[in-house]
């Protein structure tokens, strides 16, 4: 029975991704910072683990806890919108911590075991804001970018002892905390010569038009984990794929 350690299921991609592979028969190591069973089903295949991807004994603790897997997701992040004259470098540098930082080293400390046995996948949750500049994600997008030139090389690296990486790319996704928590973090609002970009750039985000949902993203990552013939970027959500295909 295959095995998946997912990172960031407390709600969003994370969530919908451990129910769809508990879905498949799968067992799942679902963590979160702070554990929460009850958002899941209840299933013998399922362990619920505290996981903070900034603290390197969390990282240690949980992935020892975990045991043997075959698959990596490295879904944790947090989101960021604001012009650069308003990111405090406190914020810059947890962002980095979390959505870069954070997936190197939970990678890290899972790929010896992979290496051993010549086999494994990991599979690295990015965004399709990579593809396409957007304005007020400087911080947030160069985060991203990061984790998709780092799973590039990476993927060079452990060509030779059979490990696969691949890269998920979800588009706009409305329907999950991602927006909430990047207000939450935004409570000194935008810099004043900002602030009218701000409304006409928050104002597009209502406007209708091809999104991405959980399921989008849950699927492409099953997809990624599965199927050693698909390519290394994988688009996820009808935004996504348009996108993928103009860029």
Request: proline share 7%; glycine share 8%.
């Amino acid at each position: 029975m295959n095995t998946v350690l997912i990172t960031g299921c407390s709600s969003g991609f994370g969530l919908e991704t451990a129910r769809l592979f508990l879905d498949r028969g799968w067992t799942v190591v679902a963590t979160m910072r702070t554990p929460r069973a009850d958002v899941l089903p209840r299933s013998e295949r399922l362990r619920v683990l505290p996981l903070d991807v900034t603290d390197p004994d969390s990282i240690a603790a949980a992935v020892a806890a975990a045991g043997p897997i075959d698959v990596l997701v490295n879904n944790a992040g947090i989101g960021w919108a604001n012009a650069l004259e308003g990111t405090p470098m406190a914020i810059a540098r947890g962002i980095f911590e979390t959505n870069t930082i954070g997936t190197m080293a939970v990678t890290q400390a899972v790929l010896p075991q992979f290496r051993e046995r010549r086999a494994g996948v990991v599979v690295n949750v990015t965004s399709t804001v990579t593809l396409k500049p957007l304005h007020l994600l400087s911080v947030y997008t160069a985060s991203k970018a990061a984790v998709n030139a780092f799973s590039e090389v990476l993927a060079l690296e452990l060509e030779p002892f059979g490990v696969r990486v691949r890269i998920v790319l979800p588009g706009r996704a409305p329907g999950t905390r991602f927006g909430d928590n990047a207000r939450a973090l935004m409570k000194d609002g935008f810099p004043e010569p900002y602030a009218a970009l701000a409304q006409r750039v928050f104002a597009s985000f209502q406007i209708p038009g091809p999104i991405t949902e959980s399921r989008d993203v849950s699927e492409a990552v099953w997809r990624a984990a599965t199927d050693p013939a698909c390519p290394m970027r994988l688009p996820a959500g009808a935004d996504a794929v348009a996108l993928a295909a103009a860029a």
